[in-house]
């Protein structure tokens, strides 16, 4: 914003003139008035020369006072004069305020139109690395998007791996019914060959020919039986492979055989049998698992799960709380893996906590790699 000063007539002088003017006419007036006054007063009342003399006095204290006043006046018109220097002293400090003002004006203008131009560059600056983040953004949601693609491919492929589950399942169920039905079936047979036995056992004193001809038939019903046990098996071997098409291919837990193997390193901190929030999932995961088999197993099978825990070999640090070495750390680790499953839904009466230490390692190096393959639990389906 700019500021103009116009330049304006200085009155001061003229002024202080009139006044002075002003000052002598009213003397004048206020002694003719006195003249006019006394005459008056003397010529009134026919006064004497007393009051003559008198009259004189008071004219001249009157012209005292006059004169007095006159130099009141001179008095005046000197302060009015040195109060027009002052004020022209003023107003040429005005002046170099102004000329003082107009310079700080054109300083404040400069440093603004300075200022100015950081600003713009600043908000080039700015506008290029507004640019640059929605250049990342825009990389980013691409990368996002390409993710959410590669999911629904991935949960399609699960929808169709859990159809051929359900379908296997399904197959499952008519296999065990045909199983159940022959188990039934041969344990009618078992029954009346024993009772042919017992028969034949009377008979054996009479007639050697009858016991050996049972004895070909208790031997055939024997054989039966162990057909019929390795028909169990192989129900068994269907089951663990529906269980091993259940897990998938995740790392985290491994299928040998008929063994699970989870590492400890996933369920449990270093040194500690106190299950890690991420090793809780795991295994909810597996609870999960445990609890179909228990819905699709027969009842008349009776088996378990042994919880067996395995450290490696490294010795347990002098004065570790809550334990002294390694075989109560691993009998530790698997109790808590159970109370975890049993946490989870699993019957407690399927599960069997053991512990071993050291004594079974599955990697015989000292590495590192190897010492983390043998800290694990290992979960067995088995018999009672």
């Known amino acids: 914003m700019n500021i103009r000063f116009r330049e304006k007539t200085n009155a001061w002088p003229g002024f202080v003139d009139l006044f002075s003017n002003l000052v002598i006419i009213l003397i004048f007036l206020l002694i003719v008035f006195v ?128 159809s051929e589950l359900e379908k296997m399942e399904a197959e499952r169920h008519d296999m065990t019914d045909k199983l159940l039905a022959e188990k039934t079936e041969l344990n009618n047979q078992i029954n009346e060959l024993t009772a042919k036995l017992d028969k034949a056992e009377q008979l054996a004193k009479q007639q ?35 269980v091993k098409d259940a897990l998938g291919d995740r790392t985290t837990i491994k ?9 400890s390193d996933i369920l449990f901190p270093s040194g500690s049998y106190k299950i890690s929030a991420d090793g809780k999932k795991q295994l909810k995961l597996l609870a999960n698992i445990i609890k179909e088999f228990e819905e699709k ?21 002098a004065g570790t709380p809550g334990y002294k070495d390694n075989m109560q750390l691993s009998l530790l680790r698997a109790t808590a893996v159970t109370n975890e499953l049993v946490k989870n839904g699993v019957s407690k009466r399927r599960l069997v906590p053991s512990g071993f230490g050291e004594l079974h390692p599955i990697a015989l190096g000292d ?4 010492l983390q393959k043998n800290r694990r639990i290992e979960l067995q389906l088995t018999n009672k």
């Not at 107003?91 to 200022?115: G, H, R, S």
């Not at 088996?303 to 067996?308: G, L």
């Open 255 to 263: 299928q040998e055989g008929d063994r699970f193997i989870v590492s």
């Open 297 to 317: 197993i027969p009842t008349d099978i009776d088996w378990i799960i042994r919880v067996d825990g395995h450290t490696d070999n490294k010795a347990v640090v």
């Open 367 to 370: 590495d590192p790699a190897d």
């Open 35 to 162: 003249f006019l006054w006394t005459t008056t007063s003397v010529f009134n009342k026919h006064s004497d020369a007393q009051k003559v003399a008198a009259l004189e006095q008071a004219t001249q204290e009157q012209a005292e006072q006059i004169v007095q006043m006159q130099a009141d006046d001179e008095t005046a018109t000197q302060l009015l004069l040195q109060a027009r220097d002052a004020l022209e002293n003023q107003e040429a400090e005005k002046a170099q305020m102004a000329d003082t003002f107009e310079k700080q004006k054109e300083d404040i203008a400069n440093a603004y139109e300075q200022q100015l131009s950081e600003l713009e560059g600043q908000k080039v600056d700015i506008a290029k690395d507004y640019e640059n983040q929605i250049a990342e953004l825009t990389a980013t949601q691409q990368a996002m998007s390409d993710e959410i693609a590669e999911l629904k491919q991935q949960l399609e492929q699960a929808t169709i791996s859990k």
């Open 208 to 242: 050697d020919v009858e016991y050996v001809e049972m004895s070909n038939r208790l031997n055939k019903a024997l054989a039966d039986k162990i057909a019929e046990l390795n028909t169990m098996a192989q129900y068994q071997s269907a089951f663990y492979k529906q």
